[in-house]
């Protein structure tokens, strides 16, 4: 994998920031944009630009093409067994609120519950807590071990006949753990329930497949993965997907309508009513088109080894806390400073143009697991390079010091 090649697809890349390069160590919170995805976009736009399934002229056929054909290229990027298994959304978030504002409502009841984990992103925890208080269900958490790891034990210990839905991130964007998704799928059917994969830090950096999986549903968004931003897409199996109830209404995802009652079309329409996120779903497809043109399986083994080396040189400096396991993790680290604050150190780090992300990264109740407030993240993706790492502990080393004397 020629990394210096990749670079010089990333416009954004090439500029100083604060008088310094840029080095961009945030591709957790989102990821850059590569030429290619950029000039799919403003072609569309250019070229393309009409409203889809709806207009019999060339413009809309055109469109309607793009569209569907984002849908076909995401189904094989997943190994869905249909297209029509996939539903564009706005991202990870709405996917899952879609699961569990339709499917959890419907299913669940008084006595029921959903299992999920303590290390999950608000956005696949919130809609499951706000599942559970409509329903009556009871919302369960999978203890993780002291490294923030899960134990497999401990899955089969939580998940119960009762349970009807199971939620899991594929990998932490805080301890960069990778779950074994696969396992506790298992668990989740032999217990009748099904398995919904937040799959955000995960398709960026490695090769999925739902069905070798048996996922029930997986989430994931674009522009985590050189994607567009407000774009991303639901994986669901098509069973489930056409017994589920829409919770948007309006155009387009109607089969038929009175004034009084109305019928919807099968999924995915019935999930996607109004006008959609066409020139985002091409995007989407440009960006499939160049991870899968250098490899998920390169770009794995790339970040694997950035975490691995920063992991090392972030341990050799004294005062720095690390998070999460040191081995199996997706390509970010997550660690603080003593006594000083993660703001202070991304502000410092980016005085000197090293971007990193600082806060409780939408994890607060793992914060609290962590006890801390909050955590600084430096996350790596194709692009990134070991003399990214250099600078980043370079630059660390400085804002110690100074701090240091501050505080002395």
Excluded at 162 to 172: D, F, H, L, Q, W
Excluded at 210 to 239: I, N, R, W
Aim: aromatic share 8%; glycine share 8%.
């Amino acid at each position: 994998m020629n990394v210096n090649a990749i670079r010089e697809q990333f416009p954004i890349l090439h500029q100083e920031v604060n008088g310094h390069p840029l080095v961009y160590l945030d591709s957790a919170a989102t990821s850059q944009k590569p030429r290619s995805v950029i000039d799919a976009v403003k072609r569309y736009y250019e070229w393309d630009n009409a409203n889809v399934h709806r207009g019999v002229h060339t413009l809309g056929s055109r469109a309607t093409d793009a569209y569907e054909g984002a849908r076909s290229k995401v189904a094989a990027f997943l190994n869905a067994a249909s297209e029509e298994e996939i539903v564009f959304t706005r991202g990870t978030t709405t996917a899952l609120n879609l699961v569990a504002g339709s499917y959890a409502r419907s299913v669940c009841g008084e006595g029921d519950e959903i299992v999920i984990t303590p290390m999950e992103h608000h956005s696949n925890l919130i809609p499951w807590q706000q599942a559970a208080k409509a329903t009556g269900a009871t919302l369960k958490y999978i203890p993780l071990q002291p490294d923030g790891t899960i134990s497999l034990a401990d899955v089969e210990a939580t998940v119960t006949e009762r349970t009807k839905v199971v939620a899991v991130t594929y990998a932490s964007n805080v301890l960069g753990v990778i779950n074994p998704v696969k396992q506790i799928a298992e668990i989740a059917h032999r217990n009748g329930a099904v398995m919904v994969i937040d799959g955000a830090q995960s398709t960026p950096h490695m090769k999925v497949d739902v069905q070798e999986l048996d996922c029930d549903f997986y989430a994931f968004s674009a522009h985590k993965m050189c994607g567009p931003t407000g774009v991303g897409a639901l994986y669901g199996k098509k069973a489930i997907l056409n017994r589920m109830e829409p919770i948007e209404f309006g155009g387009e995802m109607i089969d038929f309508v009175d004034l009084y009652e109305s019928t919807w079309k099968d999924a995915p329409s019935r999930f996607e009513g109004g006008t959609p996120i066409i020139a985002g779903a091409v995007g989407l497809a440009a960006a499939i088109d160049f991870l899968q043109e250098i490899g998920l399986e390169h770009i794995h083994q790339h970040e694997q080894h950035l975490a691995a080396y920063a992991y090392e040189q972030l341990s050799a400096i004294e005062g720095v806390t690390i998070y999460g396991p040191k081995e199996g993790r997706v390509g970010l680290v997550t660690f603080n400073l003593d006594d000083v604050h993660p703001h202070d150190v991304a502000t410092a780090l980016d005085s000197e143009g090293v971007a990193v992300r600082a806060g409780h990264h939408c994890c607060q109740p793992l914060m609290r697991w962590l006890n801390v407030s909050a955590t600084a993240r430096a996350s790596f993706y194709l692009y990134n390079t070991e003399a990214d790492v250099d600078r980043l502990v370079g630059s660390l080393h400085r804002t110690k010091e100074f701090f240091g004397h501050a505080i002395g």
